[in-house]
C-alpha cells in the first residue's frame, strides 16, 4: 500500500496522524509525508529577484522541516513501515494531487481546514480540491480524543455500486484490532427514486418500486456483511429511508464513530440515488474522518 501523508505543521495535524493509528492500516506500507511550501515559482527564475528567491528558499525549508517531523512521528507509530519526507513549492491542492499521481499512490490521507460555530471540522478549499479531482482513495482525517485502547466504530454506507463495494473490500482488507465494531447503512431516497415514475399512478408505482428496491438493497448488505464479518468484525446493518446526506452522518453526531466509508461514487440517479454528490457532502458535514475510496 502506497499512502502520501499530507501535513502542514498544525496542532490538528499532529492529532490528525492519530487517526492513522486507528485506521486499520497495514503493518507494512511506503509513506510520503509531503509539505507543500505555497509559493509561486516563476517559469523563469533567472528573473526572479533576490528577495523573492530568499523568500521561496525560506519557505521550502520550512516546509522540509515539517514534513521530515511528521514522518518521524510516524515511523514511532508505524516502525515496520518505510517513510519518506518531501516538501515542494505549489498551490497546495494541486501540489498534493500531483504528487499522488506521479507517485501512483493508493491513498492520500488529508486534514480539513476551519472550525464552524458549532465546533465542526469544515472543508477547505484545499481538501474539496483533493476529494474532487484526486484519482485515488482519500481519507478526510479528524483530529480524534479517543485512544488506542478505545474500541474502533466504522460506518459503511452502501448503495450496491461497484464504488460501494470497492469501499466495503477495502475495509475488509484492513487490519482491524478485535472487536472492531462496524455498522451498514443503506439509505433508499424517496424524492429520487420518483423521476422515472409515469405520474398517473404515482402512489401505486413508488410503493412497489420501493419494495423491489428495498429486497434488492437488502441481499446486498446481506453479501457484504458476511464479507466484513469473516474479515474479523462485528456487523450490524440499518435499511433507512430519507437523506443519505444526512442519515449516514447522524451515528457520528456523538463522536461515538472513528471514520466513514463511502464510495466515491454512486449507482445512477436514475437506476438509484445519485452518491457522488453524497460522498462530497457526507466528507465535509462528518464529525469523524472521512475515507472515500476510488477504484
Known amino acids: ?65 515539517i514534513a521530515q517531523e511528521s514522518a518521524e512521528r510516524l515511523k514511532r507509530f508505524f516502525p515496520n513501515s518505510n517513510f519518506t519526507s518531501e516538501a515542494i513549492a505549489d498551490s497546495p491542492a494541486w501540489g498534493i494531487i500531483k504528487r499522488a499521481e506521479e507517485w501512483d499512490a493508493d491513498l492520500i490521507v488529508v486534514g480539513p481546514k476551519g ?101 434488492w438493497i437488502r441481499k446486498i448488505v446481506k453479501q457484504e456483511s458476511e464479507k466484513l464479518k469473516n474479515a474479523g468484525l462485528n456487523v450490524t446493518e440499518r435499511i433507512l429511508f430519507g437523506d443519505p446526506k444526512r442519515l449516514l452522518i447522524e451515528d457520528a453526531e456523538d463522536g461515538s464513530i472513528d471514520c466513514i466509508f463511502v464510495g466515491a461514487r454512486g449507482l445512477s440517479r436514475v437506476e438509484r440515488f445519485f452518491t457522488g454528490s453524497v460522498s462530497h457532502a457526507v466528507a465535509s458535514r462528518a464529525y469523524c474522518s472521512v475515507e472515500i475510496v476510488r477504484e
Not at 6 to 29: I, V, W, Y
Request: hydrophobic content about 40%; overall charge negative.
Open 1 to 65: 500500500m502506497k499512502i502520501l501523508i499530507a501535513t502542514d505543521g498544525s496542532l490538528n495535524g499532529e492529532k490528525s496522524e492519530m487517526d492513522l493509528l486507528r485506521a486499520g492500516m497495514p503493518e507494512q506500507f511506503d509513506a510520503i509525508v509531503l509539505s507543500v511550501a505555497d509559493v509561486q515559482l516563476p517559469r523563469d527564475q533567472a528573473t526572479m529577484t533576490e528577495g523573492a528567491r530568499v523568500r521561496v528558499e525560506t519557505a521550502i525549508e520550512e516546509a522540509k522541516e
Open 115 to 215: 472550525l464552524c460555530g458549532l465546533g465542526r471540522m469544515i472543508f477547505g478549499s484545499v481538501s474539496q480540491k483533493i476529494v474532487n479531482h484526486s484519482h485515488c482513495s482519500v481519507r478526510i482525517t479528524r483530529p480524534t480524543e479517543k485512544k488506542l485502547k478505545d474500541k474502533i466504530k466504522l460506518v459503511l454506507g452502501m448503495d450496491g455500486s461497484t464504488g460501494a463495494i470497492r469501499a466495503a473490500d477495502m475495509v475488509a482488507s484492513r487490519q482491524w484490532p478485535s472487536g472492531t465494531e462496524i455498522m451498514i447503512i443503506a439509505v433508499l431516497n424517496p424524492r429520487l427514486s420518483t423521476g422515472t415514475i409515469p405520474f398517473a399512478n404515482v402512489a401505486n408505482s413508488i410503493q412497489e418500486s420501493y419494495r423491489d428496491e428495498e429486497e
